[in-house]
């Protein structure tokens, strides 16, 4: 079947596999030979037997799949040692059939469940996959009992899990599987996802660790801004809560920030040390119209942040689009995109995006990275109209320089203007790209990064580039593409924090 992207409607009706055709389906054999991560050695149907099983069929990167993952959390504590979530990865992108892609997004959304690499998508073809993401629920007999495709709440997926454990064993009864959690890196920085600039001060988001770290231009750390422990508290810096923060911008000697996880954008006030909610209620989901009072909205993903004239932008990865707040009237709404996820150009209702991240302005143009389509958009803020200046379709990706009518990037993720030319982190090729806006050439400043995420200038000689596999930001020097790391002089990982005790 064709795969493509469900749009991001929560709740998704789900396409259930007929009666007949269910009782009629057993679960598929795994791969012979398929990586097999967080088990000490791979999973048959035999150790899962007296179990449910929900096979979760996803991509790494897709902002659909990585909001289902508090879902499957939320489930494996309620149904304990009785369900079993195995994470099925069955690629789009050439990097997310490698095992260190996957092994860099399981440490990155610290999973603990069951992954297996399906990289030849045997599974998915088996079991007629359409979409990421797809769940498939199989009994505690090894019966196919429904499919659910997109995006599901716990609601959806928790009534027909207790409808197959209905006569299945007590947890008591269950062997214990054979888990092998991967460890985290234990490093300072965790999979940091954001960088901002603004004279002698450097933000950078790390994200892994749900903070905001600020230093000097050399490096040396100031201050750390949040407990480190995920949530949403307002406060002062040691009290601050952030749920997964990536893009930062300075604006007026604020840095505003896209809390991704918590589902809201918040201003930090260096001069108060105090951490305050811009925008966002906490709920997520899809909005694809409407002005709304900025702190009652309710945000789908937001990614980054960046001001002009007076307005602030947002990449709302979630909602495939951009929206903007303006602080005048306290409202923030969708203000480019029309929710379907695409590439396509024109007036700002009718232009399609593809899971919008990093953005930039420069002169009145609105620079967007489109990761979904592994394109670039540009958008002419006072015209309301948008343009692809790389980018083919969702499925056309790949690494190659030249034009930009042939040139092609994988999941690109971030960018920053300087110069006359764009940088952009090309995240899945673990490379650093320039395109020169006056020629429409398209080039490799640095490779072997590891999926860089964010870019920020330095200054005209220097980018800080934050490698989210690598746990670190390096500095690059443009005239010769060196790369050398960039070290927070000072900073220490933070603190565990109170965990739910696993089931």
């Not at 892609?101 to 690499?117: S, T």
Request: proline letters at 7%.
């Amino acid at each position: 079947m064709i795969r493509r992207l469900i749009p991001p409607l929560i709740g998704i009706a789900a396409l259930a596999l007929g009666a007949c055709d269910a009782g009629a389906q057993s679960a598929v054999p795994f791969p012979d030979g398929a990586p097999w991560y967080n088990v000490s050695r791979p999973l048959t149907w035999t150790d899962l037997k007296g179990r449910a099983v929900l096979l979760d069929f996803f991509t790494p990167g897709c902002i659909n799949c990585i909001h289902m993952l508090p879902v499957e959390e939320s489930l494996q504590q309620r149904f304990g040692r009785r369900l079993v979530v195995i994470a099925v990865d069955s690629p789009k992108f050439s990097a997310s059939a490698t095992t260190s892609g996957l092994v860099a997004f399981i440490k990155r959304y610290h999973l603990h469940h069951p992954v297996l690499l399906d990289s030849a998508t045997k599974l998915w073809d088996a079991y007629g996959v359409p979409a990421w993401p797809t769940f498939v629920l199989v009994g505690p007999n090894g019966t196919v009992h429904g499919r659910y495709v997109g995006e599901q709440t716990v609601s959806d997926l928790a009534g027909p899990i207790a409808d197959v454990l209905k006569d299945a064993p007590p947890a008591a009864k269950l062997k214990p599987l054979p888990t092998l959690v991967m460890a985290g890196s234990g490093g300072a920085l965790d999979a940091p996802g954001g960088l901002a600039v603004s004279g002698n001060t450097v933000a950078v988001a790390d994200t892994g660790h749900n903070r905001i770290v600020i230093a000097d231009r050399a490096g040396k750390v100031g201050a750390v801004v949040g407990t480190g422990c995920s949530g949403s508290n307002d406060g002062g810096y040691d009290k601050a809560q952030f749920g997964r923060p990536h893009g930062l911008a300075f604006h007026d000697g604020k840095l505003y920030v896209a809390d991704t996880d918590s589902q809201r954008i918040r201003v930090i006030e260096p001069g108060a040390k105090q951490v305050a909610t811009l925008a966002g209620s906490g709920r997520r989901r899809f909005v694809p119209y409407g002005n709304h009072p900025a702190k009652k909205a309710d945000l789908n993903s937001p990614w980054d942040v960046a001001w002009a004239k007076g307005k602030l932008y947002v990449a709302m990865a979630g909602d495939h689009d951009i929206w903007r707040y303006d602080p005048g009237a306290g409202r923030i709404g969708p203000w480019a995109g029309s929710g379907r996820e695409g590439l396509s150009d024109g007036s700002l209702d009718n232009a399609e995006f593809a899971q919008t991240s990093g953005l930039d302005i420069h002169d009145g143009t609105l620079y967007a990275a489109d990761p979904e389509s592994s394109a670039i958009r540009s958008i002419d803020i006072a015209k309301g109209h948008v343009k692809t200046l790389i980018g083919q379709g969702l499925f056309k990706f790949g690494f190659k320089n030249g034009d930009t009518s042939d040139a092609l990037l994988q999941h690109a993720e971030g960018l920053a203007w300087l110069g006359g030319s764009l940088y952009i982190a090309d995240t899945f090729n673990d490379a650093l790209r320039r395109l020169n806006l006056a020629t429409g050439k398209v080039t490799t400043v640095a490779d072997h990064l590891a999926q860089p995420q964010a870019v920020a200038v330095l200054d005209a000689n220097t980018l800080l580039v934050a490698e989210s596999d690598g746990d670190r930001v390096d500095a690059v020097h443009l005239p010769d593409g060196k790369v050398t790391p960039w070290p927070l002089k000072g900073l220490k990982a933070p603190s565990a924090c109170p965990e739910t005790a696993s089931p």
